[in-house]
């Protein structure tokens, strides 16, 4: 099997996504990063669950500020 190599030839309609700006849809993209990281065996799930909860308590300070 032949390797490729891909370029990225242009950006459109760039978005900034942040805590501030898209906070609940940027914490579940992270959630389920770690959730697939965790299917995927790189992660336990005991990190997995550590790593959730920073990310509420990291959530909770940023709603409330």
Do not use: H, P
């Not at 965790?38 to 790593?51: H, K, T």
């Amino acid at each position: 099997m032949e390797d490729k190599i891909l370029t990225l030839i242009k950006k459109e309609n760039e978005v900034n996504i942040n805590n501030k700006s898209y906070g609940d849809f940027f914490f579940e993209y992270q959630k389920s990063v770690m959730l697939s990281l965790s299917e995927q065996g790189v992660i336990n799930d005991i990190q997995c669950q550590m790593c959730i909860e920073k990310l509420v308590n990291q959530f909770r300070k940023v709603k409330s500020a």
